[in-house]
């Protein structure tokens, strides 16, 4: 069956590149799948009709595919080293999914990311599941940094379920959960205790201490690793932004977990 000779990447960009071909390149659909994920993550507080975020990941794909068919504004749809760094750590990755895909009881959708990680080419029917994959490398990342710092947390929890606390705590993680449009923050307390908590605030940055004040929601065991103790909190709110000497001199409550 006769196929039409792939194009460079830099053509791709350019929007020649069309949708009627019979396959793509792997890789410059990932690359392109990188920065849909950055793009509908990136959302303006007043978000234009054009913006990306308003679309689907395989809308944003088949846009930097053509972008004279779309009504996404084009500036938008240029990768950026972030996005390029991202899609070399995916390509790292994708091998990984070949256990997944190996194993008898995979899903159709693992079986499907087997199947185009052992791919140079792929076809537009392929679209939908690259498009998760930056999302997937990402929480896989976040999962086995939270899980290799709680593995090194103080056993135990802090306060008791339904107890206002003032808490001291160093940000280890923190990534956005799209299906809640939320943050999610993996923290260590002052006395080495493995804290989460949900936040519409985005401003807690990672490896930043903050004094914070909220109620313990409930003390369980780990998602990923029934070994770690965790305290969940929720009603976060800051306190003091970094931990001073000043703070705790001014009279205020010493914090709970100390």
Not at 45 to 52: D, R, T, Y
Not at 95 to 111: I, R, V, Y
Request: with cysteine; charged share 20%.
């Amino acid at each position: 069956m006769y196929t039409k000779r792939m194009t460079s990447l830099d053509t791709l960009l350019q929007g020649t590149f069309t949708l009627d071909q019979p396959t793509f390149p792997r890789d410059d659909i990932i690359l392109f799948a990188c920065t849909a994920y950055r793009l509908r993550l990136d959302k303006p507080e007043s978000i234009p009709p054009n913006h990306p975020s308003l679309h689907s990941a395989y809308t944003i794909i088949k846009a930097m595919q053509d972008p004279s068919k779309t009504t996404i504004d084009p500036k938008f749809l240029v990768p950026t080293q972030a996005d390029r760094n991202l899609c070399h750590s995916v390509i790292a990755w994708l091998p990984k999914l070949t256990f997944k895909g190996l194993d008898e009881n995979a899903s159709g959708f693992q079986q499907k990311c087997f199947d185009i990680s052992t791919k140079n080419h792929i076809t537009e029917n392929d679209f939908p599941v690259v498009a998760f994959f930056p999302k997937m490398y990402t929480e896989n990342l976040h999962k086995n940094k939270a899980v290799n710092i709680g593995r090194h947390a103080t056993s135990g929890y802090i306060g008791q379920v339904g107890e206002p606390i003032v808490l001291q705590i160093n940000i280890v993680d923190k990534k956005y959960v799209d299906k809640y449009e939320t943050w999610a923050y993996t923290a260590i307390s002052g006395c080495n205790h493995f804290v989460t908590f949900l936040s519409k605030n985005p401003t807690y940055q990672e490896l930043e201490t903050y004094v914070v004040h909220g109620k313990v929601k409930r003390h369980c065991t780990n998602w990923h690793d029934k070994s770690i103790d965790e305290t969940q909190l929720n009603y976060v709110k800051v306190k003091h932004d970094t931990l001073r000497a000043s703070y705790i001199k001014s009279g205020n409550s010493q914090p709970t977990d100390q």
